[in-house]
């Protein structure tokens, strides 16, 4: 138990006692210190990347995935990860910025998986999220869909789906929507 | 001095005469050392210096009860302003307050209400108060209703601690949070005494997540109001920007509610789903947990209840969470929660390095992989140098790698400059305090 009554006294008019230490300097924020530890220990399979625009700041890169198998083989698609101060409380937001025919992605470059929203626990880390995406290429899930056409399509025609997948990589118009040429 | 009344108003005894029973007899539950006196409710009354942390619900309460009970050094730190809807439980403000700072209402109500009372506003952000404002405070009180607000207060009071060199902590330095916080009938208090119970940090996972529907059930298969009202605030209103591009919404502005509240219903029609209303639109955009007086009451009132144990000795004081809910009938239980061992906030102690001025990075990071007591794998590097993150070295990005052969100081880490080393040996990311052998030299 502290007596604070008699370390009270020292503390009139808000004079503080005077720091010895190095405790008055400014800390990194937990989410920082995290986020830190997570990069770090980042194990990116070979199919992965990732691209710091400014080293100085973790809380903001970018994952680069070129899938080496599947429909999506031969292309790059790169992701925005944005960590906020609630991190790990919170998940990252992540925005797929390559325009992409996919059925868990959007063409505004939102992605459906699970982790990033309504099963995220402080225990994943960058990495479950970096294996969840790379998951979502390997095998697109028409079940959730956020692309319904493309979810469709899937489901009812795998040679459509993979010859469209194709054609958006390209570069080209798959039904009215024009996709930027991601083939590395 | 700005107050009123002022601390050269003479105040009668009787009026606190309740409180000074307390102070001035033992009872059976007074603490072993705690030594009853005439004068003890006058060192109490004012010399402890208080901060309460929001100016809201639970902080309007605080600062009641903390006022009434005699303590006049009271500061409160707040930067919101008054909302109509705020006036149901928020006491302390008026209809003609509406738009004006929480603080320094609130503080101006009870200065011109309570004698004596010399309540201070600081109408800013916490983040906007350095450690020698907090430094300055005997106890901190917390009434906020955010994570991160929480997190980086108990994050600054942990890193004010200090330690001996036996290593064992400076008491003088330590500064109790009383942390109270409700949501609807259910409410908690705790008393976080920093690097001694589990602080905010330590007991993370107690805090319920955000409720985040699926991202595909809210694009192509809404069953829920809110599934619709959630489909417009983050896939459509990106994608239309209703009012200038890029604007990001603002639960506190109308046109922005009323936007999406009507694109929401729209939604809703096509989905056959009831329920959206310009409140539940409004609820869930601001994620509003809906806040009932009297459990603010409560918690407030065990919260002051801490305070006053724990600056006058009086009382043991709560070890260390309450848990309150009055849904069915009333329910309150106070257990010892778990400390988390390495914990990245409170268990952080700083372990001293020494190497010659000429050091590189290079060598600081071999040591650590090298030294027995270490025996890192990967250590990545960051520092605060001038006050920014800076990030020495890790692996995993690329342009870091030419730092290696800099020199520790040419990275701007002076003597006594603190870095902090994430490796995947240690759970968390530990500091190290760097000095050199020739600092003397040094400019
Ligand atoms: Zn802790």
Known sequence: ?184 | MGSKAGDSVDIPPERHAHVRKLLERPGPFTHPEFEPSKEAFDGFSSIVRVLIVGAGGLGCELLKNLSLLGVKQLHVIDMDTIDISNLNRQFLFRMTDVGSSKSETASKFINGRVQGAQVVAHHCKIQDKDSEFYRSFHVIVCGLDSIVARRWLNSMVCSLVEYNEDGSVKEETLIPIIDGGTEGFKGNARVIMPTMSPCIECTLDLYPPQVNFPLCTIANTPRLPEHCIEYVRILQWPKDNPFETETAIDGDDPNHINWIYEKSLERASQFGITGVTYRLTQGVVKRIIPAVASTNAVIAAACATEVFKLATSCSIPMDNYMVFSDVEGIYTYTYKAEKKENCIACSRSVTTLEFPLEVTLQRVIDYLKEDPDYQMKSPGVTAIVNGRNKTLFTHVIEQTKANLSKKMTELGIINNEVITVADETTPVARDFKITYKDAGMES
């Not at chain 1, 720091?19 to 992965?48: F, H, I, W």
């Not at chain 1, 025919?101 to 626990?121: A, F, M």
């Not at chain 1, 056409?149 to 570069?171: P, T, Y």
Request: glycine residues 6%.
């Open chain 1, 1 to 184: 138990m502290i007596k604070l009554f008699s370390l009270k006294q020292q503390k009139k008019d808000g004079e503080s006692v005077p720091s010895s230490s190095t405790s008055g300097q400014k800390k990194s924020s937990p989410a920082q210190l995290r986020v830190m530890k997570d990069l770090n220990e980042l194990n990116l399979p070979k199919t992965c990347s990732t691209e710091f625009p400014d080293p100085d700041d973790l809380l903001n890169f970018k994952l680069i995935i070129s899938p080496d198998e599947g429909f999506y083989k031969g292309g790059k698609f790169a992701f925005n990860f944005k960590v906020g101060a609630n991190y790990p409380h919170e998940p990252p937001k992540v925005k797929c910025e390559t325009q992409v025919y996919h059925p868990n992605i959007d063409l505004e470059g939102n992605v459906c998986l699970n982790i990033l929203r309504e099963d995220w626990k402080p225990v994943l880390t960058i990495n479950s999220i970096v294996y969840g995406l790379q998951y979502l290429f390997l095998e697109p899930n028409p079940e959730d869909p956020l692309n319904k056409e493309a979810a469709d399509v899937l489901q009812s025609n795998k040679r459509l789906f993979e010859s469209n997948v194709l054609k958006a990589m390209r570069g080209g118009y798959v039904g009215n929507v024009y996709f930027e040429r991601c083939l590395k």
